[in-house]
Nanobody, 119 residues
């Protein structure tokens, strides 16, 4: 199982970006999917998570600005990031709880995509 993230880049404060993350491989069931981020010198933190039924949860710092969604047919999770702030600058990682067809871990991570917000 692999998670492939895309969509990061450089944007000015107030701008928008959309990140995507697609899961592929020997997948049986994809449960929750989410996004985390890690800024320089800081610990990785939850940004948003969405369950297979569509329930969502957000970090307080992104509520009202970020929207997480998923396409279950494509095993893909998205996060639409609006009104970006310099403090949103970080490497963003996607995460998924996956039951694989073959024995393996329960939680998978994408490779990370850099989001840089300039002031």
């Amino acid at each position: 199982v692999q998670l492939q993230a895309s969509g990061g880049g450089l944007v000015q404060a107030g701008g928008s970006l959309r990140l995507s993350c697609a899961a592929s491989g020997s997948i049986f069931i994809v449960n929750s999917m989410g996004w985390y981020r890690q800024a320089p010198g800081k610990q990785r933190e939850l940004v948003a998570v969405i369950t297979s039924s569509g329930s969502t949860n957000y970090a307080d710092s992104v509520k009202g600005r970020f929207t997480i969604s998923r396409d279950n047919a494509k095993n893909t999770v998205y996060v639409q990031m609006n009104s970006l702030k310099p403090e949103d600058t970080a490497v963003y990682y996607c995460n998924a709880q996956i039951i694989s067809i073959v024995p393996g871990p329960d939680v998978y991570w994408g490779q990370g995509t850099l989001v840089t917000v300039s002031s």
